[in-house]
């Protein structure tokens, strides 16, 4: 492994392990403080098939690449290799609203960690998932269960006071924003994804004669701040280069900006997941496309230039 590969892991597993920490809080202060209205059976829920699920999938794998376990060391190596896990059932749990019910939850857990296995494209030599987990999960399970929905936003601050509906948004932007400028290095896509959030606010505004504060107002909600610091930033599934960031953040407002011009209610999980999986085929092509030409080279020279070669 490089040093660049090297520092890539360390930077990618100390943002896992902050993100895991604050998802962890987050809930925590949730069900005790904020106003969460999911029982704490949801979360344990999630968690436990997040987890076996996970745990599952790497013996599979292992077992049939006969590789070792990439959690099999230390103590410390299975908490990292479940950090992922970890992250997923909670934002699970936390964004969805299934009333009393924990299969439904379960479900897109299930879901949301076996897309990580099954949909995957090759990428460098390896192969890498391109949807972005949690979302993907969500994203079937509102479609397939139309009477689950998401968790009404007023839930994320309903028993804090004037004081704490301004420093809970605070505290979220602040510890988003350190996050992803010094270890993911996401800033380039929340500008484009805030960027062109703003511009579709405004051009639907001005075609179907709706004012534009109307447009703009769910910028000011705590669940737009969670979805762009800790969603739509995930570094495992979208782009690094800059250009490529600020066209994935505009995609994903352009989708959701479409989508609600349809009236399609949910628009930020179902971008996120259109532009994923776009993104995803895009990898797969370029992919296939290398190995059409890397054959290609290697096929040997037709007969007659050959000839023709050694004549001269």
Known sequence: MTPKETGDRSARLGALRRFAATITIFNVLGHTVFGFEQSWAQPVAALATAYSLEVLLELTDAWSNRRPLRFGKTPSDFVDFLLSAHITGLAVSMLTYANDRLLPVMFATAVAVGSKAVLRVPVGGGSRHFLNPSNFGITVLLLLFPWVGIAPPYHFMENLGPVGHWVLPFLILASGSFLNVRLTHRLPLILGWV???????????????????????????????????????????????????????????????????????????????????????????????????????????????????AKL
């Open 195 to 309: 960027g062109g959030f703003t511009g579709q606010g405004v051009l639907r505004s001005a075609v179907f004669g709706t004012p534009a504060v109307a447009s703009l107002l769910p910028m000011t909600g705590l669940a737009f701040v969670l979805y762009t610091f800790y969603m739509v930033t995930d570094p495992a599934t979208t782009p690094s280069s800059t250009r490529a960031q600020v066209t994935f953040g505009l995609g994903v407002a352009v989708a959701y900006g479409a989508l609600l011009a349809f009236h399609v209610v949910f628009g930020l999980f179902f971008a996120l997941t259109a532009v994923s999986t776009i993104r995803g085929l895009g990898l797969l092509a370029r992919c296939l496309a290398a190995d059409r030409a890397a054959r290609k080279l290697a096929e040997p020279a037709p007969v007659a230039v050959r000839l023709q070669e």
